[in-house]
């Protein structure tokens, strides 16, 4: 039988050769791995554990926090503060970046979080997951929020652990991406996909249908073309899948193509979107283009903005190239 690669294996095999993970890094990881495992625990545990629920507060989106949202904030900030890899943490779970404390060692890097994307799907038992994104700090002054504001593409690794039927992590440190899967009686993530590719063409599109009429001119044209099937401009008949969890919605994608979207709508015209650009579009947008997709904001490539927010948010085109490639150009040459 195959040996089981671990994730420790597969940081561990890449030192001496031109793939080498700095060692901060290849720690960070693997703590931020462990951190995953904890909360995939905290989760899986459900009612039994005490877990669901509303936590009675807000999070500085003004949304109101389930109790797993700030348990895993916990596990996060709890897990990765005291090992020396990190100068900072921010989290959508925080208004304010979080310093390391004085009395541990300081690292390299920033660490940014949503610590359990798609809450509104907890209780009701559907997939959710961490999403996290690591920067490199420059300079040696104390940090502060503007180390964080670098666009997407300055990323040095970039991933999320989805909690579903299997606790799957997928990441990437610029070399592709890879995914391992929890092998719960090992209490090991194991290698199980290497160098994952995004079919560039798909029939299954995900966007909420329920904003269909907030939306601008190309995202209602790209979404009635597909719509219209056989018998319309595409010629092909598409599905649609929308779970409310970006996580597993990206998931699938990465598994078998897809197109995603949260575009802009009129709904609150001053916000660029839904989702946040620091701590779920920049990492997802990596990981996308990291396994041959594409990733815009209907206009530009989301890792080339630049950010001036620590929670500014952005609307999201990603999955299959050539999809995101054809909505981006409704955008642009309509
Ligand atoms: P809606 C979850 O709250 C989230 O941030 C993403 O995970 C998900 O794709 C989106 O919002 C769902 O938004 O408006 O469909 O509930």
Same mark, same amino acid.
């Given at each position: 039988?195959?040996?089981?690669?671990?994730?420790?294996?597969?940081?561990?095999?890449?030192?001496?050769?031109?793939?080498?993970?700095?060692?901060?890094?290849?720690?960070?990881?693997?703590?931020?791995?462990?951190?995953?495992?904890?909360?995939?625990?905290?989760?899986?545990?459900?009612?039994?554990?005490?877990?669901?629920?509303?936590?009675?507060?807000?999070?500085?989106?003004?949304?109101?926090?389930?109790?797993?949202?700030?348990?895993?904030?916990?596990?996060?900030?709890?897990?990765?503060?005291?090992?020396?890899? *990190?100068?900072?943490?921010?989290?959508?779970?925080?208004?304010?970046?979080?310093?390391?404390?004085?009395?541990?060692?300081?690292?390299?890097?920033?660490?940014?979080?949503?610590?359990?994307?798609?809450? %509104?799907?907890?209780?009701?038992?559907?997939?959710?997951?961490?999403?996290?994104?690591?920067?490199?700090?420059?300079?040696?002054?104390?940090?502060?929020?503007?180390?964080?504001?670098?666009?997407?593409?300055?990323?040095?690794?970039?991933?999320?652990?989805?909690?579903?039927?299997?606790?799957?992590?997928?990441?990437?440190?610029?070399?592709?991406?890879?995914?391992?899967?929890?092998?719960?009686?090992?209490?090991?993530?194991?290698?199980?996909?290497?160098?994952?590719?995004?079919?560039?063409?798909?029939?299954?599109?995900?966007?909420?249908? %329920?904003?269909?009429?907030?939306?601008?001119?190309?995202?209602?044209?790209?979404?009635?073309?597909?719509?219209?099937?056989?018998?319309?401009?595409?010629?092909?008949?598409?599905?649609?899948?929308?779970?409310?969890?970006?996580?597993?919605?990206?998931?699938?994608?990465?598994?078998?193509?897809?197109?995603?979207?949260?575009?802009?709508?009129?709904?609150?015209?001053?916000?660029?979107?839904?989702?946040?650009?620091?701590?779920?579009?920049?990492?997802?947008?990596? *990981?996308?283009?990291?396994?041959?997709?594409?990733?815009?904001?209907?206009?530009?490539?989301?890792?080339?903005?630049?950010?001036?927010?620590?929670?500014?948010?952005?609307?999201?085109?990603?999955?299959?190239?050539?999809?995101?490639?054809?909505?981006?150009?409704?955008?642009?040459?309509?």
């Amino acid at each position: 039988m195959a040996q089981k690669i671990s994730l420790t294996r597969y940081l561990v095999e890449k030192q001496g050769s031109a793939q080498a993970v700095a060692p901060q890094l290849q720690l960070l990881l693997e703590v931020v791995a462990d951190s995953c495992k904890s909360i995939s625990s905290a989760v899986n545990k459900g009612a039994l554990g005490g877990v669901l629920g509303t936590a009675g507060s807000e999070n500085v989106q003004g949304e109101v926090q389930k109790k797993l949202d700030i348990i895993s904030n916990d596990m996060l900030i709890e897990a990765n503060e005291w090992g020396g890899t *990190l100068a900072g943490m921010a989290s959508e779970e925080m208004d304010e970046i979080l310093p390391i404390p004085a009395q541990y060692r300081q690292g390299d890097y920033l660490l940014m979080f949503d610590p359990l994307d798609g809450s %509104s799907n907890i209780d009701v038992n559907v997939s959710i997951g961490t999403i996290f994104s690591v920067l490199k700090k420059s300079g040696t002054a104390a940090v502060a929020e503007s180390d964080f504001l670098q666009a997407g593409a300055q990323q040095v690794a970039a991933g999320y652990c989805v909690y579903g039927p299997q606790t799957t992590l997928v990441l990437t440190v610029g070399q592709g991406v890879v995914m391992f899967t929890l092998d719960r009686e090992l209490g090991t993530f194991v290698l199980t996909q290497d160098q994952v590719q995004i079919p560039v063409d798909t029939k299954e599109f995900a966007i909420n249908m %329920s904003n269909m009429r907030h939306w601008d001119a190309p995202v209602k044209r790209y979404v009635d073309e597909c719509l219209a099937g056989k018998e319309g401009p595409r010629g092909k008949d598409f599905n649609m899948r929308w779970i409310a969890s970006m996580v597993a919605d990206v998931h699938r994608i990465m598994m078998r193509g897809g197109v995603f979207m949260y575009p802009w709508d009129k709904r609150e015209p001053e916000k660029p979107g839904k989702l946040r650009l620091m701590y779920e579009a920049n990492p997802m947008s990596w *990981l996308v283009e990291q396994a041959g997709g594409g990733a815009t904001d209907g206009r530009q490539r989301i890792l080339d903005i630049a950010p001036t927010k620590l929670h500014q948010r952005v609307a999201v085109v990603l999955g299959s190239k050539n999809e995101v490639d054809r909505v981006t150009q409704y955008h642009t040459q309509p």
